[in-house]
């Protein structure tokens, strides 16, 4: 009889949690998946720009590749790592060289400029089959 009960109050929370995370359309991550967020180090380079930190983590449950970031304007007077953050297509950035994102891990760089630039997510794949 527990067990009866146990299920039936278990087996809603296992539907509810599998629509959330397959999303309305049947996909389980898109560009709200990803969580952009810039910090301002403290640290001024020579000519009086500030070292900004960006980190972005994956929040899909799933890898994810390809990912671009929106960045208009984006201009920096320090070296950036091209493999974690360059240039793309259209206008975009690619993040992490296009190289998959694993569930929950971060992938950061530094930039310098006079003030911080809005990064917002523009594209995505998953990484193979989740």
Known sequence: MATSSMLGTILPV???????????NGERCNTSSIQVETFNSGIMVSGGDMVFEVVLKNLCPC???NVQLDARGFSTTVD???AAFRADDGGAYL????EPIPSMATVSFQYAWD???QMTPRNLEVDGQC
Do not use: K, T, Y
């Open 95 to 98: 993040v992490n060289g296009g």
């Open 80 to 82: 950036v790592d091209p």
């Open 14 to 24: 296992i539907f509810f949690a599998v629509v959330l995370l397959s999303g309305a």
């Open 115 to 117: 003030h911080f630039f």
């Open 63 to 65: 890898a994810i590749r």
